[in-house]
C-alpha cells in the first residue's frame, strides 16, 4: 500500500486546476479554430464573389461571425466561472487547513479529506496519464485525480506508477 498525507497547498492547486480547465477545454478550441477558418474563408469568399450569390454568402457569413463571436465569449465566460469557483474552494481549504489522503493498494485507490471519502476499485478508471509532473487519474475519460509530483517523493511517484501501469491504459494527454 502506498499511503500520502499532504496539507493543502494553494499554489499547487491553482497550477493543478489550471493544467485541469486546459486539458478540459481543448475540444472547445479545436471547435472555435474551425470556426474562425470558416469564417475567414466566407469572408474571403464574399470579398472575392461580386456576383448574385454574394449576398446569400454575407448573410451566412454574418450568421458565421455571430457564432464564432458566441463561442469565444462562451469559452471566456466558462473560464472565469471555472476559476472564480475553484479560487472559493482554495479559499475554503485553506482556511480549514484541508489535509489530503491518498491510498493506493493492489485492489483499489482510496482518498479522504474532512469532506469526502472514495473508496474506488480500479476498474472505476478508465485511463491514466502523466503531464507536467502531475499523475492524473480519469474516469471514463474526465479527469478524476491530478497528484503532483513534488507532493510525494521520488520513490512514491515511481511505485504510484508502477501500481496504475499493472491496472490501467496509459492516455496521453
Same mark, same amino acid.
Given at each position: 500500500?502506498?499511503?500520502?498525507?499532504?496539507?493543502?497547498?494553494?499554489?499547487?492547486? =491553482?497550477?493543478?486546476?489550471?493544467?485541469?480547465?486546459?486539458? !478540459?477545454?481543448?475540444?472547445?478550441?479545436?471547435?472555435?479554430?474551425?470556426?474562425?477558418?470558416?469564417? &475567414?474563408?466566407?469572408?474571403?469568399?464574399?470579398?472575392?464573389?461580386?456576383?448574385?450569390?454574394?449576398?446569400?454568402?454575407? =448573410? &451566412?457569413?454574418?450568421?458565421?461571425?455571430?457564432?464564432?463571436?458566441?463561442?469565444?465569449?462562451? =469559452?471566456?465566460?466558462?473560464?472565469?466561472?471555472?476559476?472564480?469557483?475553484?479560487?472559493?474552494?482554495? !479559499?475554503?481549504?485553506?482556511? %480549514?487547513?484541508?489535509?489530503?489522503?491518498? !491510498?493506493?493498494?493492489?485492489?483499489?485507490?482510496?482518498?479522504?479529506?474532512? !469532506?469526502?471519502?472514495?473508496?474506488?476499485?480500479?476498474?472505476?478508471?478508465?485511463?491514466?496519464?502523466?503531464?507536467?509532473?502531475?499523475?492524473?487519474?480519469?474516469?471514463?475519460?474526465?479527469?478524476?485525480?491530478?497528484?503532483?509530483?513534488?507532493?510525494?517523493?521520488? %520513490? %512514491?511517484?515511481?511505485?504510484?506508477?508502477?501500481?496504475?501501469?499493472?491496472?490501467?491504459?496509459?492516455?496521453?494527454?
Amino acid at each position: 500500500m502506498i499511503n500520502i498525507t499532504i496539507p493543502f497547498d494553494k499554489s499547487i492547486f =491553482i497550477k493543478t486546476n489550471r493544467l485541469k480547465f486546459r486539458l !478540459e477545454i481543448r475540444k472547445s478550441y479545436i471547435k472555435l479554430l474551425i470556426y474562425i477558418v470558416l469564417t &475567414v474563408g466566407l469572408m474571403i469568399l464574399i470579398a472575392i464573389d461580386k456576383g448574385p450569390t454574394s449576398s446569400f454568402y454575407g =448573410i &451566412v457569413g454574418m450568421i458565421l461571425f455571430i457564432l464564432t463571436f458566441n463561442y469565444i465569449l462562451r =469559452i471566456l465566460n466558462a473560464r472565469t466561472l471555472f476559476f472564480r469557483e475553484m479560487d472559493a474552494l482554495g !479559499e475554503k481549504h485553506e482556511k %480549514q487547513n484541508f489535509i489530503y489522503t491518498y !491510498e493506493f493498494t493492489d485492489d483499489e485507490f482510496n482518498y479522504f479529506d474532512k !469532506e469526502k471519502r472514495y473508496y474506488l476499485k480500479w476498474e472505476a478508471f478508465s485511463n491514466y496519464s502523466i503531464s507536467n509532473d502531475f499523475f492524473i487519474l480519469f474516469i471514463d475519460n474526465r479527469i478524476f485525480l491530478m497528484l503532483h509530483k513534488s507532493k510525494t517523493s521520488e %520513490q %512514491q511517484f515511481n511505485d504510484i506508477i508502477e501500481l496504475t501501469k499493472s491496472k490501467l491504459n496509459f492516455k496521453k494527454v
